[in-house]
């Protein structure tokens, strides 16, 4: 299983950024994953996740400004992520997991290396 995050970069306050997680190993409309991001000297967060049935959730402070989905043809998840603000600033990294029984996801072992946004004018 392989995982490989891309789209990172420095955008200004109020821009986009779309990050692409290619997965290899396995297929990703059967799997339930999400995208995490930590902040230097913050603990890592889940930011979205997807499950194997197609429900999303997104962290509150996303505030309806990012989009998980998948590209099937590509086999790759993607986070589009609009109106960034510079509190966004993180690495944002890509995960298999699961969903428990309360419906939230949870972090499995196979990660991507991640990929930095930075938000800054």
């Known amino acids: 299983v392989q995982l490989q995050a891309s789209g990172g970069g420095l955008v200004q306050p109020g821009g986009s950024l779309r990050l692409s997680c290619a997965a290899s190993?396995?297929?990703?409309?059967?799997?339930?994953m999400g995208w995490y991001r930590q902040a230097p000297g913050r603990e890592r967060e889940l930011v979205a996740s997807m499950s194997k049935s197609g429900a999303k959730n997104y962290g509150d402070f996303v505030k309806g400004r990012f989009a998980i989905s998948q590209d099937n043809a590509k086999n790759t998840l993607i986070l589009q992520m609009n109106s960034l603000e510079p509190e966004d600033t993180a690495v944002y990294s890509c995960n298999r997991g699961g969903i428990d029984w309360r419906g939230r996801y949870y972090s499995g072992v196979d990660w991507g290396q991640g990929t930095l946004v930075t938000v800054s004018s």
């Open positions: 190993g396995f297929t990703v409309a059967r799997a339930s």
